[in-house]
């Protein structure tokens, strides 16, 4: 299976918005709406940030926001903060009864 | 509290097969969903495989015919086995608890590597 696209890097300044999408096909984001988004400081271990293409868990601040539009699902961050500097990967759930990552995006807050 | 640890052989020897153990403490191993995922040095992460509480396991396709999990209850423990392991196989392993379609509970990761 292939892994879902993510644009390699994006950044923004402090208080900005950005946007990191995840691009899929029929087979995985554009058939489920089961998309999740972790966030991994260098060296750290992975961190849940979105889960069910939208959904936050508990504990996780509501600048992240989730959302999906046929094949592409978006991770948007508000009110960048220096901690939010860090790689994110999308996942999707797929017909194959399996999941599936993006690359990751790498986070530079400027 | 839940907390996972992996444990196993940091060195594996190529063709030979590569096991780890994730010990759950702060929940009990047969109530929940367990996965693997790993990452190569410098890339990033693969899912490998997840086993629900009912036994069932759904794998990554590429890596099926190598892959097996397991849970022991007793032991508190559930375990990967990947076989006939090669250089591409090194990576940091991950065993995290898969709850709400999401993987929201990580051990910190061992490293294993497979020589060329």
């Known amino acids: 299976q292939s892994a879902l696209t993510q644009p390699a890097s994006v950044s923004g300044s402090p208080g900005q918005s950005i946007a990191i999408s995840c691009t899929g096909t029929?087979?995985?984001?554009?058939?489920?709406?089961?998309v999740s988004w972790y966030q991994q400081h260098p060296g750290k271990v992975p961190k849940l940030v979105i889960f069910?293409?939208?959904s936050r868990p508990s504990g996780v601040s509501n600048r992240f926001s989730g959302s999906k539009s046929g094949n592409t699902a978006s991770l948007t961050i508000s009110g960048l903060q220096a901690d939010d500097e860090a790689d994110y990967y999308c996942?999707?759930?797929?017909?194959?009864?399996?999941?599936?990552f993006g690359g990751g995006t790498q986070l530079t807050v400027l | 509290q839940l907390q996972l640890q992996e444990s196993g052989p940091g060195l594996v020897k190529p063709s030979e097969t590569l096991a780890l153990t994730c010990s759950v403490s702060?929940?009990?191993?047969?109530?929940?969903?367990w996965s693997w995922v790993r990452q190569p040095p410098g890339k990033g992460l693969e899912w490998i495989a997840t086993?629900?509480?009912?036994?069932?396991?759904d794998y990554n396709p590429s890596l099926r015919s190598r892959v097996t999990l397991s849970v022991d209850a007793s032991r508190g423990h559930f375990s990967l086995q990947l076989t006939s392991a090669t250089a591409a196989d090194t990576a940091v392993y991950f065993c995290a608890r898969y709850y709400d379609r999401g993987l929201d509970s990580w051990g910190q990761g061992i490293l294993v590597a497979v020589p060329p």
């Open positions: 029929n087979s995985d984001i554009g058939a489920y709406n089961y």
């Open positions: 996942s999707s759930y797929t017909i194959r009864r399996s999941w599936v």
């Open positions: 086993i629900f509480m009912t036994g069932v396991t």
């Open positions: 069910d293409v939208s």
């Open positions: 702060g929940a009990s191993v047969s109530g929940d969903d």
